[in-house]
């Protein structure tokens, strides 16, 4: 019998249809991933399966989990297998557990509540299971101090906890750097391996490769193709599916690297940055040339931003310097930030904010115009609100902003982390092709290795260390190109 | 709500304004032949001890209160926002000296302060006024500190920093756009705070003196004859319960819109 079926699941609001007559099965064993983008339904299919979809919203179909039938609108029935029937992982796991409760008593509890394990015999489960996750420390210690990938150890164990041989992961890889996210798929493997079955819904491209079975791909609430996932993402038939694996980043071709001439911008020589007692680098030399593209790539909290905000002056470096060169102006230093909606006026229209730059700076009014026809941006959308615009086109318009500027070297921090991959590689290709036409250096952040060595510049790895330079080049003056 | 709101604060204000017009006597006017009259046609919320129109004196006593409150709490809301700004913007010692001071007048109860003054001008209005304006500044010191700070540090005040805009812009376009909507929350609940300060002093004998009409003085003068009329009591203690619902309403529209 299947672990879970679904029925011609529908949902609708106000007569658009969001999810349109989706079936599936899924063996006990296997793994299905529902692939898709923002937009595409994907997670109001999550919601349904686990019966908490918004009670404005219609919804129809039938489900069977385990042995248990019911119909999609009947949420209550569902919520009812949560942890026996039905595991479910939250996203950003370490955030789901409880800060006021010690590691070791919130496993024992839920092997109490949910798997119901004697009372007696909980506590020894649960250290047990701390044990063989390898953290047989951390049975006394509170949720804070663990780090991101222990608390994803622990919650993981928290939501097997009842047994459920069922795994729901809604989008379990998002916000996630890369060695977060290899543990994060190790772990889903290891419930495949030891016979459960997992439902994966993600906008993840290599969670999908990484845990095989089988696949859909949803764009707008429709099915646009499924079936074996070695099948549709070694040779797609789709269309949509094509477009989806060439915006991966590992498919991009790599950029040459631009040709760069005279003095540097920027000369950053000793320089020391620590936060939270932490030692982000030390002793960072580092020449940054004229129309040079730079990234930055490491895990989080590894102090590139840190790096890059101190290259720009927004921050002062606990010790060193940086040399501007003489003829950067005191605005040719300008920022892109990963969520462009926190960088504009809220309560102000776009077309106001960049008319105040216009004015702040005596701008051809024409120029604006310019940009946004090369960034592909319509003239409708400066009538709107920041948050009208879509995450891509408000990014576009942010790199639009900076442009009229004329900036000598653009700081893009994680330009394109929150959007989907179609957008993110159009809009870090015309970032990349507006910088190289307009003669500015880019210094791009980002936490995807594959996504530094498409830019096709030189690469600095974070943490810093200190052999690094030597070893890649970065020390020294540019005497390349 | 907010439309319940402001129907009540416009149906008291029309009375305020246009009652003693209506009514054509003066608040302190006394007909002693005319005692303790019932509601009725002629006088609509009949008269007290002395004859005087509760109309009258009602429409007085919310002027009185409402224009007391409007001015402390401008006089409060205006330095308060400004010294919670330059605490925010400035740091270091100045921004310690400013969150002692607001932490030092933040452990007096407010209406103590205005006792005190009272204590140096019996009957007199300006302890109402200067004692709320001194306790009031500084919850919009704390509200406006907490709110700058982090906007001051947010990506669009960075940014716009970084494109070159001064101060004046990002005060302008960035942080009171941003702050307006809780200010006027604030200074909504502070009207109502400073009208229940007047009315509990009168009403317990420390605020304005007889004759004048204000509604906690109202509601005192009126305990001997609450069996014989008691629409005496009824009256202002509805108008005050009527004011303050009405400014709560908006307030919490405000909160909601936000």
Redesign the interface.
């Known amino acids: 019998m299947a672990a879970l079926a679904i029925h011609d699941l529908s949902v609708r609001w106000q007569g658009e249809s969001l999810v349109d007559a989706l079936s599936l099965t899924l063996e006990p064993g296997r793994a299905l991933t529902i692939l898709g983008e923002s937009g595409s339904g994907k997670s109001l299919i999550a919601q349904a399966i686990m019966g908490i979809l918004p009670a404005q919203l219609q919804a129809g179909g039938d489900i069977r989990v385990g042995g248990h039938s019911s119909r999609i609108q009947d949420g209550a029935a569902r919520r009812a297998l949560w942890g026996s029937k039905l595991a479910l992982l939250p996203q950003e796991p370490w955030s789901a557990l409880d800060p006021t409760m010690r590691v070791g008593w919130q496993l024992a509890e839920t092997y109490h509540q949910v798997g119901q394990v004697p009372r007696g015999q909980a506590g020894g489960r649960a250290r047990e299971t701390l044990q063989a996750l390898g953290l047989p420390h951390s049975h006394d210690a509170w949720p804070h101090t663990l780090s991101g990938g222990m608390g994803q150890r622990v919650v993981f164990a928290l939501s097997t906890a009842g047994g459920a041989p069922l795994m729901l992961a809604d989008e379990p890889t998002k916000g996630l750097d890369l060695p977060l996210r290899d543990d994060m798929v190790m772990r889903l493997q290891a419930v495949l391996h030891k016979g459960g079955s997992v439902l994966t819904i993600t906008h993840d491209v290599s969670v999908a490769q990484a845990l095989g079975g089988d696949v859909i791909v949803l764009l707008d609430g429709k099915v646009v193709e499924r079936g074996r996932a070695e099948k549709v993402l070694q040779e797609p038939s789709a269309d949509y599916t094509r477009q989806l694996l060439a915006a991966m980043p590992e498919h991009w071709p790599a950029r040459k690297p631009p040709a760069c001439a005279g003095a540097p911008l920027l000369r950053l020589r000793g320089v020391a940055k620590q936060y939270g007692g932490n030692q982000l680098f030390a002793g960072a030399d580092l020449d940054i040339g004229a129309a040079e593209r730079l990234s930055l790539w490491g895990p989080s909290g590894s102090g590139k931003s840190t790096f890059g905000d101190i290259a ?1 002056g ?1 921050r002062r470096p606990d010790a060193g310097s940086v040399r501007r060169r003489e003829d950067i102006g ?2 040719g ?3 892109l ?1 990963q ?1 462009p909606l ?7 229209t776009l077309r106001q904010s960049m008319q ?2 216009i004015r ?2 005596a701008l051809p009014a024409a120029e604006l115009q310019e940009f946004m026809q090369r960034l592909r941006l319509g003239q409708g959308l400066l009538e709107r609100l920041p948050h009208e615009v879509s995450g891509g086109e408000l990014q576009r318009l942010a790199l639009a ?2 442009l009229l ?1 004329k900036p000598a070297l653009i700081f893009a921090d994680e330009p394109t982390s929150r959007l989907d991959l179609i957008s993110q590689r159009n809009t870090l290709e015309l970032l990349i092709d507006t910088a190289e036409s307009s003669g500015a250096a880019l210094l791009l952040v980002t936490h995807d290795p594959h996504i530094a060595r498409a830019l096709g510049g030189r690469q600095l790895r974070f943490p810093w260390r200190e052999t690094q330079a030597a070893e890649e080049g970065v020390r020294g003056p540019i005497d390349r190109g | 709500m907010i439309r319940l709101g402001l129907s009540l604060l416009a149906l008291l204000l029309a009375l305020a304004v246009f009652g003693p017009w209506l009514t054509g006597v003066s608040a302190s006017a006394q007909d002693l032949e005319r005692v303790l009259m019932p509601p009725g046609l002629g006088e609509w919320l009949g008269t007290d001890n002395l004859g005087r129109s509760v109309v009258t004196r009602l429409a007085y006593a919310i002027r009185l209160s409402t224009g007391l409150a409007l001015l402390s709490v401008l006089s409060a809301a205006v330095p308060g926002t400004a010294l919670g700004l330059l605490a925010a913007w400035r740091g270091g010692w100045v921004e310690r000296l400013l969150v002692m001071l607001a932490d030092a007048v933040l452990a007096l109860p407010g209406l103590l302060l205005v006792l005190i003054l009272l204590a140096f001008a019996p009957g007199a209005i300006w302890p109402f006024y200067v004692g709320l304006a001194l306790v009031l500044w500084v919850e919009y010191f704390r509200v406006v500190r907490a709110q700058a700070r982090t906007l001051l540090a947010s990506p669009q005040v960075e940014a716009a920093a970084l494109m070159g805009f001064g101060w004046p812009y990002i005060l302008r376009c960035h942080l009171l756009p941003e702050l307006l909507p809780i200010l006027l929350t604030l200074m909504t609940l502070g009207v109502a705070t400073a009208v229940v300060a007047l009315s509990t002093a009168g009403y317990i004998g420390v605020g304005l003196r007889p004759p004048t009409a204000e509604l906690g003085l109202m509601i005192s003068e009126a305990f001997p004859y609450v069996f014989e009329a008691p629409w005496l009591i009824i009256a202002p203690v509805a108008t005050l319960l009527l004011l303050i619902a009405g400014l709560a309403c908006i307030a919490e529209a405000l909160r909601r819109a936000r």
């Open positions: 720009l927004i005191p605005f230093l300008q920022k930030y969520n926190m960088s504009f006026a809220p309560r102000r105040d730059l702040r700076h902003r900076v500027l």
